[in-house]
């Protein structure tokens, strides 16, 4: 599960690592809408409104470092294996 925080607008974890087709679950608990946009274009979550949780699902492995589009300092990096 990637968490954006209410204390600060940061993902948590950080940095993670999960398996080719399983899925990623992204849990938005602040006021303002968040994105996972992968640097290179490679996924991006859309729009993940206040208060809400979508689920991600990954097929090709890679590390992939991505950030929130609206907050460009909110950083992370995805490993898929």
Partial sequence: MVRVGSYSYAFSPVTLTIRHGAALTVSN???APHTV???GGAFTS????PNTTITMTFSTPGTYPFHCQIHPYM???LTVT
Avoid at 46 to 49: K, R
Wanted: hydrophobic content about 30%; overall charge negative.
């Fill in 29 to 31: 608990t602040t006021a």
């Fill in 37 to 39: 946009t992968a640097d």
């Fill in 46 to 49: 859309g729009m993940v409104s």
């Fill in 75 to 77: 950083t992370g990096t």
